[in-house]
């Protein structure tokens, strides 16, 4: 004889997207720009956002939540790159940031005196495109020293994300990384990724990656950041 | 990797529901999981067994539903599965849609163990 069978619906994770969704309503309040940044390990998340503090602080208010599976050394290097606000969060062995951890790490700030929130993923391209974390955007890095064809490996996250890094291009030629192939392979699974490539060793590209965070804060803050000095 | 931590949030709410409909065990858990979902089915299924271990749903096992990614194209409103992970409509080749199905990461039913009839004497009559 078999089981009685029952019906019931239930979304995995819901009580994780509940608690994303107040941390995007808090932050929607407030006009604060958060965005989500996954890569796989070494991809260059945390050179990034040492570039973008070092030639935007002048200009946008940046908190920057720094996860990390062990150790305090991201958060450490964003401080020293003068990140003001800078939260750590040691995930102790997990390998993503949930909504709970990152709602937890923010309840001290001062949302009204923030243009922009920098959650920085454990590095990871599995694990963290399952937790929503009240983000306006996943931006996704890639560097030219990984494979070209990670967009195909990794969907779910390059099909979440509305942005793409590719890092390292000072590198190119030394691999078999093809620029081309990678863009192909990215707009195959999500044709409306906005694509940057740059380098934080040589600075190249970081320019037009600086204009459009400005840009994008702006549109959020609903003012026009882009003539204020610094 | 993260598998092992949605294994315990699916046996934590069922094992609620169990207290809630006063069963004392589950045969089977019915899930929908997306190809896009970022969830491993297999790996699921492996962190789920060994983490029942001990519990309630020990003799439990996931039914796991693997669901392929469709998409509904907002130009020429066309509905197609997205084969190999290409998300352009195929006939009229816009990339411009709404994934309809392939995100899920939901229970969807629960199958009672029989011995829940015997151990309570009652007979649901099915």
Sequence with gaps: MAGEKIPFEKKVLSENDRLASDIRARLDDHGVMALNLVSSPGSGKTSLLEKTLGALSGRLKMALVAGDVQTRNDAERLEKAGGKIVRPIITGGACHLDARMVGAAIADIDLRNLDVLFVENVGNLVCPSSYDLGEDMKIVLISTTEGDDKPLKYPSMFRRSSVMIINKIDLLGHSDFSLEHVRANALKINPALEIFELSCRTGIGLETWFDWLIRAVARKKGKDLTKASS | ?126
């Excluded at chain 2, 046996?11 to 045969?27: D, K, P, S």
């Excluded at chain 2, 789920?48 to 039914?63: D, I, K, P, Q």
């Design chain 2, 1 to 126: 990797m993260h598998e092992l931590r949605i294994a315990t949030e699916i046996i934590e709410t069922v094992q609620a529901e169990m207290n809630r409909r006063r069963l004392e065990r589950i045969g089977e858990i019915g899930m929908a999981i997306g190809a896009l979902s970022g969830v491993d089915p297999e790996a699921l299924s492996f962190a789920f067994e060994a983490s029942v271990t001990g519990t309630s749903l020990e003799n439990s096992r996931l039914n796991i539903d693997f669901i392929p990614v469709e998409g509904h194209c907002l130009e020429c409103h066309n509905e197609f599965s997205v084969n190999e992970l290409c998300f352009v409509c195929p006939k009229c080749g816009s990339g411009n849609l709404d994934i309809i199905r392939g995100q899920e990461l939901n229970i969807i039913w629960l199958k009672t163990d029989d011995r829940n009839d015997s151990a309570k004497g009652d007979n649901h009559g099915r």
